[in-house]
């Protein structure tokens, strides 16, 4: 393709072929030496994919020919070389491909037809449970738990590994999939037949793009994009904006990468990148150290771009080097990137870009966020006063409302009794919960270290944490664990209480797992507001747990340093911290490691033969996994008594006859919400309580509540999903009078919980929409909230605006998304729900973008029509709403090619 084939000296004495962009620009295709170096990935990847059908030479050249300030209407598509999932949005994938298995046994076709075309890597890490904290025995115990509850769960996945050969699956308890891509799954360069190729890859999770901190192109996509990829699908996308980030100058003494994170990503959430490319470069983003500009890519879904790419370089391949890859290979990962001319982090003059966003690291300053949204930075300097203001605000105006009781202490005693003392009283803005966690911060030695240094030199002065308040260590990985140990750091933070407690997202992912219940109960009685303290990358509400309703992000050093003070009303940069052995006062700048202090210990987490040796054990070191039976045969044995894996319904309804959608026309809102709605509100991943429809449901299987297990383990379970959708406590429906799960059902106005509502408008044949502000489905890559919306049957979403992959997500299900337009909004055209609506296209089927009608038909009979713009934003998108979502897609496309009966294109 455009005679672009060439050779280079992969190693001494071994040639190898790759796909060249100096030559491309060479035919004259355009100034390819300019692009962002994430574009130039991009279109190498087009290029080594050429095939004429899935990917044109028009595609080419429009890549190629990227102006940085071009309309963006042209979607283009992308061959990523291998796919991650988290076991949370694997399990549901590979549940829809058992199915699709199941559908083509049915219809008499080769079953082994439905199979991953692309190496797959499924990492177990959202399953463990802080259940138990506090000692040397709670991981063991953790882990125990974990097995006890997801058995069912782990025999469908080694069933899984042997079905499809090209997955490779990671055991429970080696940590978090982001942390371990980084560590061991990238491996820098491909080689197939003698063509080498970059490393890139699609993730079923939001926080993909840590890899782009060693300068792999790779963001995170719905699970059901991430299974039409697994089936040869490619990825597609507009072709986007590329904001240039120019960081200068470096981080200050006792400045965190953490601290630099929370900084971007607020600047950048004002600057609006979503749905954009971000690249990083200049003589800042050189200085960083691959795992500080990996916990700065991690966050890029918080400040809400599809990348945050740091290009590769010098110090991107010492790191390869550390992490034990194989020598020969980093030779040919040097000598292509130097063949491509895209060796060395670019300075201002060498790309262009659609904007650039200057940021000097020198004016960073240590910070947290929160206590809802990632975005929300707060210097720590101001940390008390914003607590006071937020107490004392309204509800109304996003505050707490206790203003009248800021100075109201109640009583809790320490039921579990881990030693004599008792807490004198809680009160709001105290601290219920610490925890380490996170691959944002514990995939980066320097932060882990310095909060182990921290722990040390608090004990020395003999500082302690209240019994009261539930701590963790999550470090992400064994060899975090190994490098601590090696260091001496150990005692010191399990002196604070903070054990290590599993190898997986836990706290982050909304694990925590329950407090102490007298606490938890005094919580509730007296409605205080208490807070959680965590190393995480998402604080939204109940996400870490139902009942805490302030939660702040922030580096782990100053996790263990809140932990110590107890509350977070607190200016740590001036107030004491707490007393030494002789009463004296101690402040946090006592007990903080220096620069030097941590460098002095960096060494034990430079080792290569530590990655080697415990990566090398991944297929053959977990007993509890050895000992689950592993079911055979190419076709799924379903369990029809099963409370975890159930046939998804689309299996009972597929045909491989096409059928237009139904237009939405007489429908009712479910629910109309205000801005910000999240996924994690939408589909929340944590605990199932006893008294929701899921909980009933469970219940009428004689389920005890200690086996409910969370919503996350339950989502290859359609009744779970559909009962806890829309299921967050904390979600505000604007139809309804209470908080939560509820709706009011029209036309006769019972309040009902939101499940029981949609199966009421379904018995009755009514269509069902939801209304919504800015920025909804922000936070996870969460594939099951579409498919929960789904399963109730709302048809469409209209929102003031979209978070990408949520947007692509309802498209892949089949569910109609749309924008208000023209300055409407739900608010301002003064919406309640007790309205009628229906959509007017141009025609029977949806066009990319399209203007349409929102018909409005108000309880009083008088009707409204508005401008509303369809957010289906590409040919291929057009195509998936038409089949009903992108799994009948490709179904189709499977079993109809096989047929002979090519159903669609």
């Known amino acids: 393709m455009f005679d672009c084939l060439r050779e280079f000296e992969a190693r001494p004495g071994v040639t190898g072929r790759f796909y060249s962009l100096p030559a491309l620009e060479q035919a004259g295709l355009g100034c390819v030496s300019r692009l962002p170096v994430s574009l130039r990935m991009v279109l190498e990847s087009m290029l080594r994919n050429y095939d004429g059908v899935a990917i044109t030479k028009d595609h080419i050249r429009l890549v190629a020919g990227w102006q940085p300030n071009g309309r963006r209407e042209h979607e283009i598509p992308f061959v990523p070389s291998r796919v991650m999932l988290p076991e949370s949005s694997g399990i549901p994938i590979l549940v829809d491909l058992a199915a699709m298995r199941n559908i083509a046994a049915r219809l008499g076709a080769d079953v082994e037809t439905v199979q991953p075309c692309a190496p797959v890597s499924l990492i177990v890490d959202h399953s463990v449970q802080v259940d138990d904290y506090g000692d040397k025995e709670s991981a063991r115990r953790n882990a125990e738990r974990e097995f006890d509850r997801n058995t069912e769960r782990f025999r469908f996945l080694k069933w899984a590994s042997g079905a499809f050969p090209s997955m490779k699956i990671v055991p429970p308890g080696f940590g978090i999939c982001h942390q371990i891509n980084m560590e061991y799954l990238t491996p820098g360069i491909w080689e197939r037949n003698g063509v080498y190729f970059p490393d890139s890859l699609v993730g079923a999770d939001s926080h993909t793009p840590m890899i782009n901190g060693l300068g792999v192109l790779g963001w995170g996509v719905g699970g059901i994009e991430a299974e039409a990829c697994m089936l040869g699908q490619p990825i597609y996308f507009v072709l986007p904006d590329v904001v240039g980030v120019h960081l200068t100058g470096r981080l200050r003494e006792g400045v965190t990468a953490t601290d630099a994170v929370l900084w971007i990503t607020q600047r950048l959430r004002e600057t609006n990148v979503v749905n954009k490319f971000v690249e990083y470069f200049g003589e800042g983003a050189a200085a960083l150290a691959p795992m500080d500009r990996a916990t700065i890519a991690n966050m890029s879904p918080e400040y809400g771009s599809t990348t945050g790419f740091f290009p590769m370089d010098e110090s991107i391949f010492r790191y390869l080097e550390m992490t034990g890859r194989d020598p020969a290979v980093l030779t040919a990962y040097r000598s292509y990137y130097e063949a491509q001319r895209m060796w060395g982090m670019p300075m201002p003059g060498d790309c262009d870009y659609t904007a650039t966003v200057e940021i000097s690291l020198t004016d960073v300053e240590p910070s947290v966020a929160g206590p809802r949204r990632p975005q929300d930075r707060i210097a720590l300097s101001k940390m008390k006063e914003q607590i006071d203001a937020l107490l004392a605000q309204p509800l109304t105006e996003g505050g707490f409302g206790k203003h009248d009781e800021r100075e109201m202490k109640f009583q809790v005693r320490d039921a579990a009794v881990r030693n004599s003392r008792t807490a004198d009283s809680l009160a709001h803005a105290d601290i219920v919960l610490a925890a380490i966690t996170s691959c944002t911060n514990t995939s980066n030695p320097s932060v882990m270290l310095c909060a182990a240094l921290l722990a040390r030199n608090a004990v020395a002065k003999g500082l302690r944490v209240a019994p009261w308040i539930k701590t963790s260590l999550a470090p992400g990985s064994r060899v975090v664990s190994d490098y601590l140990s090696a260091a001496g750091l150990v005692d010191g933070l399990e002196a604070l209480g903070f054990h290590t407690v599993g190898y997986g997202c836990t706290t982050c992912i909304g694990n925590s797992g329950p407090l102490d219940a007298d606490t938890e109960r005094a919580i509730v009685d007296h409605d205080i507001v208490a807070a959680a303290v965590l190393s995480g990358n998402r604080n939204f509400e109940a996400r870490i747990h139902p009942n805490i309703r302030m939660n702040f992000l922030m580096s782990p050093p100053l996790v263990v340093a809140f932990a110590i003070a107890g509350r977070v009303d607190i200016d740590l940069t001036r107030e004491q911290l707490g007393a030494d052995k002789a009463g004296l006062p101690v402040y946090l700048k006592d007990i903080w490691p220096s620069n030097e202090d941590i460098e002095n210990v960096r060494r034990y987490a430079a080792n290569p033969e530590v990655f080697r040796r415990i990566y090398a054990s991944v297929d053959s070191s977990n007993p509890l996994w050895d000992a689950i039976d592993t079911p055979a045969g190419a076709v799924f044995p379903w369990d029809a008594t099963s409370s975890y894996l159930k046939m998804p319904p689309f299996a009972d309804e597929f045909t491989l006859e096409q059928r237009d959608p139904e237009p939405v026309v007489n429908a009712r809102a479910l629910a109309l919400f205000g801005d ?230």
């Open 676 to 905: 910000s709605v999240t996924t994690d509100h939408i589909s929340p991943g944590g605990a199932i309580s006893e008294d929701s429809p899921a909980g009933r449901y469970l219940r009428s299987l004689h389920l005890a509540p200690a086996d409910f297990n969370t919503y996350s383990a339950r989502r290859a379970n359609h009744e779970v999903l559909a009962r806890g959708t829309f299921a967050n406590v904390r979600i505000r429906n604007r139809i309804a009078a209470d908080d939560g799960p509820v709706t009011v059902f029209q036309p006769d106005g019972r309040q009902l919980d939101i499940y029981d509502a949609a199966t009421a408008y379904a018995a009755a044949k009514i269509p069902l929409v939801v209304i919504a502000g800015r920025d909804y489905g922000m936070g996870s890559s969460r594939d099951q909230a579409a498919k929960g919306t789904r399963y109730l049957g709302v048809r469409a979403v209209i929102a003031s605006s979209f978070e990408r992959i949520h947007r692509g997500n309802l498209v892949g299900m089949g569910i109609l998304p749309c924008e208000f337009a023209d300055g409407h909004s739900a608010q301002s055209l003064g919406l309640d729900g007790s309205e009628q609506y229906g959509i007017a296209l141009q025609g029977p089927l949806p066009l990319p973008r399209e203007r349409a009608l929102l018909d409005i038909r108000r309880a009083d009979g008088t009707q409204t029509q508005i401008p509303i713009t369809i957010r289906i934003d590409s040919a291929i998108e057009a195509e998936y709403y038409r089949h009903g979502g992108i799994v009948s897609f490709v179904l189709r496309k499977l079993l109809g090619y096989q047929k002979g009966e090519p159903h669609g294109q």
